[in-house]
């Protein structure tokens, strides 16, 4: 009788859980539904109108649709030559030494930096350098976001490679030592053959996190509502055309970037399920 | 030697160095954040840094016409964080170690394994969406921005990561404690509370100190709920400020800019030392155990 | 003993500085045959083995002394790659590359390498490889499948094969058998039997049995000291130590 009350009460404290999971979902749709329906989700998708004058409102979701993903991918690029290296520190050249530790705990505490610090950073210190390398004449632009969220997403992806690493057999390592392999060999062949899945799931996740990074990008792109016609230009990103206008925002805009809240929502929660399952999967193997 | 050895044992050094040189760069950007803000926020920390609120643009004008230093602070900002933290806190760390409980309790049942789905998906959540979210849920039908709704925000995002530490943490405990309990014939609440919880303090208590640590940074999700404001509130009613809503402010406020960096200092200083003590008492809680 | 293929020179093994796992081990290893190392857990067997192929060079805190020749020259002071290359080594539990065919399996030592070789050379190799450890006619038919999929006697004789693809002079064995079934083992003990024509093998053992029915010379160790060597037959039957005497009665661990 009590083990039964117990069990009802845990299980209702847990439907917090599924009941703010259900009310996001619902309230996004609900709430964007508006701008499907004035524009229709195939339209809203793939336009590249974004203006508010009023009698003529156009909203469409491609430049900022195409500003997170440019802005995720680019990071990814920038982060992978620092997080595998990273990563085969901790987990396999220096394994279980201090200055293994060390490292982790220096690439963890870049994880622990609130994203607002990290944008100050990029807007005061990377700016400028862009400026003076003549890259992008304001400084902004998708690129520049991109860098710093790489550092941000280098935390996420290499301290989970690395366990992955970390897992490889040794006597599998070592029987590629004993036909002759020298160390980079054993890591080309064995290593990452055998973590090789992990790894990538790893960077699945740390993709999910570099497309709903909010702050950091807000400072750091520019802000433009246009499409972006090259890595330097000025643009926006879902999270960021958010932060920035929804304060301002009313009636069919307001729906419109909750529309675009859905969308990011729904790619988020893909590339997160995605990576999730296929740790689970390597985690197996 | 034969060269082709010579060439393999060239690239194995290389790929060596390269390792340890590129490993060593990524260290590079947190010792450069650490630095720059230390460097600029140190010399605004005062007295009444600490104890003013945010000022005026009009008593900013006045005090750079007379020559003298910015007057003002983050006062507001730091009464705001604490006040929307505890208010989280007290509804999320209670839920989310009962939360946990039943997940580390019912682990084959479909109900717990949908569940753990969701905190993952909850976890993974953009902050500018929860944002957006408690906004809807919040600030419309009340028609105001507040506290209240901050701290719902921030709630949300606390939530997932104490279910999360608290079940992995139960699950790491042996069967053994939960089993010899239960054989005494205690009930399976009063195992869970008295023997289980207790035993698991630790690792529950670093997952407090590390989603603490989490949302004191965070600012997207405050944006349209506390909104910001540059009274010293103790309401929980009314807009309200926060340490991170401040920095943003004084980001877009070209007369406030100096305050950025003391802002960012006593932000930076709270959010890695809760990291970094919440790592420490991690390692000895395991250790322990 | 006639031009040994192996001798031990007075060679200490020590972890940390300080812990002597192997203490002044001197003996001869003879060509073509089968050496057992035999003794009680933790009496540095497996680590005097380890060392014929320099694995000790992969960790930081173990530290070799003496000398270990090969054909005259001293091993400790070669490139480790070249050792290698030419003593092959199997280790306890079968390790085939999860994530190659068994054929590449088989082939893992030249591509390890960089050794280019033609597809004739290939077929050949494999083939020539996978018949001497009795395997090519259970797995012809399935060489493009991954190694895992076999039984575990099949993937430690497949380990050999990969081990001897290289043709190597030397194989070391550490307990290649303990973590096999009674009829796996035996078939593996026949082809060392076999095997032992054209490799020498040195090979450490828990299994007294084992050594007993294959190898020609033994060595006991105990403690990180070459207790006693010689002809297995002679230390079997007539032990001069009282240490090699309690272990094979089994007095000891």
């Known amino acids: 009788m009590r083990d039964k009350l117990f069990h009802i009460i845990l299980l209702v404290v847990s439907m917090f859980v599924p009941l703010v999971c259900g009310g996001i979902i619902y309230s996004l749709v609900t709430d964007a539904y508006m701008a499907f329906e004035h524009f229709g989700l195939v339209n809203f998708l793939t336009s590249t109108d974004w203006s508010y004058t009023p009698g003529n409102e156009q909203y469409g979701a491609l430049p900022f649709i195409t500003g997170t993903l440019l802005t995720t991918l680019l990071a990814l690029l920038f982060c992978i030559p620092f997080s595998m290296p990273v990563s085969l520190f901790v987990g396999e050249y220096f394994k279980g030494t201090k200055l293994a530790a060390t490292l982790s705990t220096v690439v963890d505490l870049l994880a622990g930096i609130p994203s607002i610090i990290y944008g100050i950073w990029g807007f005061f210190t990377l700016r400028p350098i862009i400026m003076a390398l003549n890259i992008s004449p304001q400084g902004s632009s998708i690129l520049t976001a991109s860098l710093v969220l790489a550092i941000m997403i280098v935390p996420y992806a290499s301290s989970l490679s690395a366990e992955f690493i970390k897992m490889v057999p040794n006597d599998l390592k070592e029987s590629a030592y004993s036909l002759g392999a020298t160390h980079a060999e054993v890591v080309r062949k064995v290593v990452f053959p055998v973590a090789g899945s992990g790894i990538f799931s790893s960077y699945i996740l740390a993709i999910g996190r570099a497309l709903g990074e909010t702050m950091t990008v807000t400072m750091l792109i520019g802000n433009t509502n246009h499409m972006p016609h090259s890595i330097v230009s000025t643009g926006n990103s879902m999270a960021s055309v958010i932060a920035n206008q929804f304060g301002e925002a009313d009636g069919l805009r307001l729906s419109a970037l909750i529309a675009i809240g859905l969308v990011l929502f729904v790619i988020t929660a893909l590339v997160n399920g995605v990576g999730k399952l296929l740790i689970k999967r390597a985690r197996i193997d | ?289 | 003993m006639e031009s040994p293929i192996i001798t031990f020179n007075n060679t200490c093994i020590s972890y940390t500085k300080g812990v002597m796992a192997v203490k002044n081990v001197s003996a001869d290893i003879a060509r073509n045959t089968i050496t057992a190392i035999m003794g009680p857990s933790g009496c540095g067997k497996s680590t005097l083995l380890r060392a014929v192929n320099l694995m000790h060079n992969l960790y930081d805190n173990i530290h070799v002394s003496g000398q270990i020749l090969f054909n005259g020259q001293d091993i400790l002071k070669m490139e480790p790659i070249e050792v290698r290359k030419q003593i092959g080594m199997v280790f306890q539990r079968p390790t085939p590359f999860a994530t190659m065919s068994i054929y590449d399996n088989v082939l893992a030592g030249y591509q390890l390498n960089g050794i280019k070789l033609s597809k004739a050379e290939k077929d050949e190799t494999v083939e020539r490889c996978l018949r001497s450890v009795a395997l090519w006619e259970e797995v012809k038919d399935v060489l493009t499948k991954k190694g895992t999929f076999l039984s575990g006697g099949q993937q430690q004789r497949l380990c050999i094969a990969r081990a001897l693809a290289l043709k190597p002079e030397v194989l070391l064995m550490d307990e290649p058998t303990s973590a096999l079934d009674p009829i796996a083992t035996q078939r593996i003990e026949e082809l060392l039997v076999e095997l032992q024509k054209e490799v020498t093998i040195l090979m450490v053992t828990h299994n007294m049995g084992q050594a007993k029915r294959i190898s020609s010379n033994s060595l006991f160790m105990y403690l990180g000291e070459l207790v006693e060597q010689g002809s297995t037959v002679q230390l079997f039957d007539n032990p001069k130590d009282e240490r090699t005497k309690a272990y094979l009665t089994g007095k000891m661990g």
């Open chain 2, 1 to 289: 030697m034969e060269k082709g050895l010579k060439k393999r044992l060239f690239t194995n050094k290389l790929t060596t160095c390269l390792i340890v040189v590129l490993s060593a760069l990524t260290a590079v950007p947190l010792f450069a954040i650490l630095g720059q803000v230390f460097y600029k926020g140190i010399d605004q920390f005062s007295w009444s840094f600490f104890t003013e609120t945010t000022p005026s643009v009009y008593r900013v004008m006045k005090a750079v016409e007379a020559g003298s230093p910015i007057p003002g602070g983050i006062a507001n900002g730091i009464v705001g964080t604490v006040i929307m933290l505890f208010m989280s806190m007290v509804v999320a760390i209670p839920a989310g170690i009962l939360g946990g409980a039943f997940l580390a309790e019912n682990r084959k049942t479909t109900m717990a394994k949908v569940i753990s789905y969701l905190t993952d998906l909850l976890q993974g959540t953009p902050s500018v969406i929860i944002g957006i979210v408690v906004y809807l849920w919040v600030v419309v039908p009340t028609k105001t921005y507040s506290a209240v709704a901050g701290s719902v925000a921030l709630c949300i995002m606390m939530l997932p990561l104490i279910i999360r530490s608290t079940e992995e943490t139960l699950k790491i405990l042996p069967a053994s404690l939960k089993e010899s309990g239960l054989a005494l014939g205690a009930s399976r609440a009063t195992v869970m509370f008295k023997i289980q919880l207790p035993a698991a303090f630790g690792g529950i208590f670093t997952g407090v100190l590390l989603a603490v640590s989490r949302v004191i940074g965070e600012t997207a999700p405050l944006l349209f709920t506390a909104l910001g404001c540059s009274l010293m509130r103790y309401t929980i009613d009314q807009p309200i400020s926060a340490v991170p809503l401040l920095i943003w402010e004084f980001f877009n406020d070209p007369f406030l800019q100096e305050f950025i960096w003391g802002a960012s200092l006593f932000l930076l200083f709270f959010v890695l030392t809760l990291n970094v003590l919440s790592k420490q008492i991690a390692k000895k809680w395991k250790v322990q155990s």
